[in-house]
Structure formats: structure tokens, C-alpha cells
Nanobody
Framework: QVQLVESGGGLVQAGGSLRLSCAASGGTFNRHAMGWFRQAPGKEREFVGA????????QYAVSVKGRFTVSRDNSFNAMYLQMNSLKPEDTAVYYC?????????????????WGQGTQVTVSS
């Protein structure tokens, strides 16, 4: 069983940056692919980015590609989401997720474990 805890959310002005962290415990972290999803008020949860267990392969949603970067540090059982050039439409609760996989899942239902989420608010 993997437990995930997100941190680093907050309020930022448009154009600013934030770095989210996801701390994992209770499992073999370096055998899990990891992903970030977000859910804005009144909308479905959507894929943001994901990273393979090795950290070599990443995938991004079109809406964030070039602005967001997913990384991980297996020695610290942690994953990160660096968010630059933030826009008001990036406002959402951001969730990290994990799946024991050799690939890089981008579909929500493929993930087995979820964190509680951290709020990111981007003001215009």
C-alpha cells in the first residue's frame, strides 16, 4: 500500500511559479510510475503530467507542455511538479498518483494510489 502526500500549493499571480511535491511511503517507490492530475471547480479531473519509475520518460498534457516539468528523486521517494508561467486556468486542486508500472500511464483509472490534493490558485 502506497501513501501519497502532496505539498507546495498556494496562491500565486499569473506568470509566477510554484513547485509541488509528492511524498510517497509504504511501498516500493522506484517500481511505480507517478502522475499529476488536477481538478478545477465544476470540472472533471484531468491529466497534467506523468513520469516513469526510472524518471527517464515523461508525458504531459498539451495545455501544460513547455510550462510544467515533472521530476522525481527515488532516493527521497518524492516526485515534483515545477509549474512556470502559471495562468488563471491552472487554478485547481492538484493530485499525485502512483501505479506499479513500467510505462507512463496518462489515464486516471489506471492509477492505484492517490493523494489528498493540494490547492493551487492563480490570480489574474
Amino acid at each position: 500500500q502506497v501513501q501519497l502526500v502532496e505539498s507546495g500549493g498556494g496562491l500565486v499571480q499569473a506568470g509566477g511559479s510554484l513547485r509541488l511535491s509528492c511524498a510517497a511511503s509504504g511501498g516500493t517507490f522506484n517500481r511505480h510510475a507517478m502522475g499529476w492530475f488536477r481538478q478545477a471547480p465544476g470540472k472533471e479531473r484531468e491529466f497534467v503530467g506523468a513520469i516513469s519509475w526510472s524518471g527517464i520518460t515523461t508525458q504531459y498534457a498539451v495545455s501544460v507542455k513547455g510550462r510544467f516539468t515533472v521530476s522525481r528523486d527515488n532516493s527521497f521517494n518524492a516526485m515534483y511538479l515545477q509549474m512556470n508561467s502559471l495562468k488563471p486556468e491552472d487554478t485547481a486542486v492538484y493530485y499525485c498518483a502512483a501505479k506499479r508500472s513500467l510505462g507512463v500511464p496518462i489515464v486516471e483509472y489506471e492509477y492505484e494510489y492517490w493523494g489528498q490534493g493540494t490547492q493551487v490558485t492563480v490570480s489574474s
